[in-house]
């Protein structure tokens, strides 16, 4: 019977769909294990082998803690609003609804076939209104909550405002706006509603505020920081500006200190922590004011270093801050007004970034030296960011290589940092009062005892106090696009309110088109049926408002990163309840997630969010955990072979053979190479263009089918090949990202179909550590798949042919050797399991499977308990086996075969029998005969016998354990 894969896939995925293998109880006797990958975005290209890759790894680790005994929950499900599918609707009118749809069913159909064991009862997609109602549900939450530093927690507003009208904000210790005033008791209740609901946004954890924001024109929305790159969007290359924007903001800076130290509590990479705590730039030292001469303006810089003021010669302030045109003095505002002009069209981190160029501006304004009184000017620079800290530094040349830089090129002067010291005691050694030179106190010698001294002295001054700084920023959570969540928002006097809860989920409109409209408002304003009827809770026409009972709805839309912060809870309700976004029975039933897969790129947007938006729940009571994902893996990328083809740049109708291409590069006067271009060229001018070639139209060995390639593009339709034998063109490999554009993808579902899943699955965690990355080599999969013939083959019988028969397993017991096999290949599969090593456990099975081959053994003894063991990353082969073995059910929930390390206990050795020293021939005796039991047996075996030819041999060395050897 032979190996029909094809067959076998189909028919095991089609039991478990119909039988619900691999759906997971919400209550259970057995310890819960929650094992899930980052969701994919359903892209129009579908799949190709590189995404499956983590996939894969998590699925070989849920199969395996069903085989121990676990209550696995594996769901999957789509992050399904987002930017591509808009803008194929931008340029096709097709409703990204039904893009959506398409692509979704795709990736569902290419996933199926790879034999994942997911829930698919639990499948979330974040653009259905079921699902986003409860994101909406959140915002509402958030909009609802206040951050309380005494309770170090997120409170419900009603709380704050109860604090408000009994005693003002005095004692109030809040997260809030840098600029909320004092206010009384009695201030507050005397203030208007509209007022109140001002003030209150200073404090709500998501708020309206004007911001900064990265703006793509093109695109027409605003884009997060991980969106853009090399100063244009990810998304169609689009030039991206900073712009003042009023948006939606979520203060996730609260959360600064609790985000970092929830990273001590879970086990995650650490280069990704290190990632979120650099992004949370957590520093110590003080928040100083410098008064601005002629002027009621103050400037606020945080410093780290405030015991270096003394060298401090000049002011650097963010272009965008709006000081900047408050100070400003008429001569110096044409060159101001231009530089702030030019750094709007560069990115905040291509300003980041960017250390060599130096640029500015003069204000033509002086602060004041809060010690010594002496002016200093007042420059913008665009190394200098809004958004950091305060949007201002206190230049100090003598100790920052940018600030020096900065100085020398616009020939600012350079002080000593004890120049004028009053405050220079702090700066002597406690013992013997000795001066410590600049380079000392700069390179942190005297830190320590300088820092607070320069605090108290500044907080004695009124012009500075100590303080912790974080560079985390808010986020904002606006986008101008059409799809995405809407807010549950309308306005009355322009102030939001939000909608009841009873009333969501808040649909997306239909629109004509999802463009911007002509007054540069997002897509929604062009949405007729958009405003929110107050009596009838209802979404009805425009034409209906009249500020009383009907007002207008945000047109804004929530970022990608909303739904995704919390995805996770929802696949907990196996119901998909309306009651709640995931049942308080089942979210302390599974807690949260055991092991996430998924990659790296997403440490500062989608992890952090998300490990934000758990704390928050946890604060309000609405979760019981603070981490959403206990341990993280980071999988490696799965590169593409791409192969190229080479044209003559001189006569681009002709392409060129790569042998004759590396023999011309190699030497420009190879006489074959340049005399056979010329033979068909006569051209003297010499020179290569390389272009993408689509792989699948080359073989293994690096051959073009020439008739494809001319048919694959109009282009080339009439091209013409230069090669040494009039017939073979040959292209060059290369490994890159496996992309579209590189024409290098390869498509699972042709794996699957010639191979199949089992082999694409092996193959895959073949390739190398699953955290790295890897090459992509198809040519290498026909290895893994002789593999999984070979193990079919134990469990058949064959003919002297090598012909496979009926399946045939023995009852006897099998052979010392063969349980030992089986037995080490069970350590080391659990080992490479639990450490995340499937590359070396693919390399195990095939030591296996050879050994037991080799032994011709077929005992059920040792093939039922292999078919479990490779039941995780073959299972679909490994379901078969075990029904022809004799079982009724799906080996998927088989308990895990136990290792006994008896059966690696060596019980004899194999000894090398010497006469002379030199060795004869090999003998295998026990390993507990003593020293005369073994010489009197080798001098009974046979060849002993011949080799004395009769004689006594003058000694006889015995060794236990390694040595027999006859002397003389």
């Known amino acids: 019977m032979n190996y029909d894969f094809n067959a076998i896939e189909k028919k095991w995925q089609k039991y478990w769909s119909d039988q619900g293998t691999f759906q997971a109880k919400n209550n259970s006797e057995k310890p819960k294990y929650y094992v899930l990958d980052m969701f994919p975005y359903p892209s129009g290209a579908g799949l190709h082998v590189g995404h499956p890759l983590g996939y894969i790894a998590s699925d070989i680790y849920a199969r395996y803690k069903r085989h121990q005994g676990f209550n696995v929950l594996h769901p999957q499900g789509y992050d399904s609003f987002g930017l591509p599918a808009e803008q194929y609707a931008i340029q096709t009118g097709q409703h990204p609804a039904i893009t959506t749809e398409t692509n979704i069913a795709r990736y569902r159909e290419q996933l199926d076939k790879i034999g994942f064991s997911f829930d698919w009862r639990r499948e979330v997609r974040t653009s259905n209104p079921e699902y986003y109602k409860w994101t909406q549900w959140i915002f509402i939450q958030l909009f609802e909550s206040w951050y309380n530093n005494d309770t170090n927690q997120a409170e419900h507003i009603d709380t704050l405002i109860a604090k408000f009208e009994a005693e003002g904000n005095a004692s109030v210790n809040a997260v809030c706006d840098e600029d909320v005033e004092a206010f009384t008791a009695e201030d507050w209740n005397s203030a208007s509603a509209k007022a109140k609901q001002e003030l209150l946004l200073k404090y709500r954890l998501t708020y309206l505020a004007e911001t900064e924001v990265n703006w793509c024109p093109a695109l027409g929305t605003v884009l997060a920081n991980d969106e853009i790159v090399n100063g244009v969007s990810e998304r169609g290359g689009h030039p991206v500006v900073r712009k003042k924007m009023t948006q939606w903001s979520m203060r996730i800076s609260a959360y600064a200190q609790r985000l970092l130290d929830g990273l001590q509590d879970i086990d995650w990479p650490q280069p990704l922590k290190d990632s979120q705590t650099n992004w949370i730039g957590r520093s110590k030292g003080a928040s100083v004011q410098f008064k601005i001469q002629n002027s009621e303006f103050k400037i606020e810089v945080f410093t780290t270093r405030p015991d270096t003021i003394f060298g401090v010669t000049f002011m650097t302030l963010a272009p965008e801050l709006d000081l900047v045109k408050e100070i400003t003095t008429p001569e110096q505002k044409a060159e101001v007004d231009a530089y702030i002009e030019a750094t709007a069209k560069r990115s905040e981190r291509e300003r980041m970034a960017d250390v ?209 912060s919390w995805y996770f809870f929802r696949y907990m309700e196996k119901a998909l309840r309306d009651e709640a976004f995931a049942s308080k029975e089942a979210m302390e039933y599974w807690q949260n997630v055991d092991l996430y897969i998924g990659g790296s790129e997403h440490a500062t947007g989608h992890l952090l969010y998300s490990r934000f938006w758990v704390k928050f729940l946890k604060d309000r009571g609405f979760a019981p955990v603070e981490e959403p994902f206990k341990k993280l893996i980071n999988q490696g990328m799965i590169l593409g072979e791409s192969a190229f ?238 029904i022809l073995l004799g079982h009724d059910e799906s080996i998927a929930t088989a308990a895990f075969p136990e290792f006994d390390e008896k059966h690696l206990v060596e019980s004899s050795k194999e000894y090398p029998i010497s006469f002379n020293g030199k060795m004869r021939f090999t003998m295998e005796l026990p390993l507990d005969l003593s020293k005369e039991e073994i010489e009197k047996a080798v001098r009974a075996h046979e060849k002993t016998q011949e080799y004395l030819g009769g004689r006594e041999p003058k000694k006889v060395i015995v060794v236990p354990g390694k040595i027999v050897n006859f002397v003389g």
């Open 645 to 882: 083809l080479y044209r003559l740049s001189s006569n681009p109708e002709f392409f060129v053979s790569f042998e004759i291409v590396k023999d011309y590069l190699n030497d420009e006067t190879n006489k074959k190479a340049v005399n056979t271009i010329l033979s068909y060229t006569g051209d003297n001018s010499i020179s290569f263009n390389k272009i993408h070639v689509d792989v699948n139209l080359v073989d293994t060995s690096n051959c073009l089918n020439v008739i494809e390639f001319r048919n694959w593009q109009p282009e080339y339709h009439s091209a013409k090949f230069i090669t040494y034998d009039n017939q073979t063109v040959k292209v060059s490999r290369e490994v890159e990202k496996m992309s579209k554009s590189k024409y290098n993808v390869v498509n699972p579902d042709d794996i699957c179909e010639e191979y199949g899943a089992d082999t694409l699955r092996m193959y895959e965690m073949f390739l190398g550590p699953l955290e790295q990355a890897k090459p992509w080599n198809t040519a290498g999969i026909t290895g893994v798949h002789n593999f999984l013939k070979k193990l079919w083959k134990l469990y058949h019988q064959v003919d002297k042919a090598g012909n496979l028969g009926d399946f045939e397993v023995s009852d006897a017991r099998a052979s010392r050797e063969a349980m030992k096999t089986l037995h080490k290949t069970i350590k080391k599969v659990q080992e490479d399991i639990e450490n995340f090593s499937f590359n070396t456990s693919v390399s195990t099975f095939m030591i296996a499977v050879n050994e037991l081959a080799a032994a011709k053994c077929n005992n059920r003894e040792v093939l039922e308990p292999l078919a479990v063991l490779i039941s995780p990353y073959a299972p679909h082969i490994a379901e078969e086996l075990w």
């Open 356 to 564: 060599k160029t130096i640029s500015g501006a003069f204000t033509g304004a002086y602060a004041e030296h809060p010690f010594t009184k002496e002016p200093i000017p007042i420059w913008i620079g665009d190394y200098v960011l809004a958004g950091y800290g305060t949007g201002a530094v206190m230049a100090v040349p003598c100790g920052d290589q940018r600030d020096w830089d900065f100085a020398t090129h616009f020939n600012i002067p350079i002080k000593n940092i004890f120049d004028g010291v009053d405050i220079s005691e702090q700066a002597y050694a406690e013992k013997d009062k000795t001066p410590l030179k600049d380079s000392d106190f700069l390179n942190g010698l005297a830190y320590k005892q300088a820092l607070p001294k320069a605090i108290e002295a500044l907080e004695k001054l009124g012009a500075g106090k100590g303080k912790v700084n974080y560079r985390l920023r808010d986020a904002v959570f606006s986008r101008q696009r059409y799809w995405g969540e809407p807010f549950p928002v309308y306005y009355v006097d322009g102030m939001p309110q939000m909608i009841d809860a009873a009333h969501l989920p808040i649909h997306l409109p239909e629109v004509e088109k999802y463009l911007p409209t002509e007054e540069g408002e997002p897509p929604l304003g062009r949405a007729e049926v958009w405003a929110w009827d107050t009596k009838t809770h209802a979404v009805v026409s425009n034409n209906k408002i009249d500020h009383e009972t009907v007002f207008p709805l945000e047109l804004n839309t929530m970022p990608g990163w909303a739904g995704s």
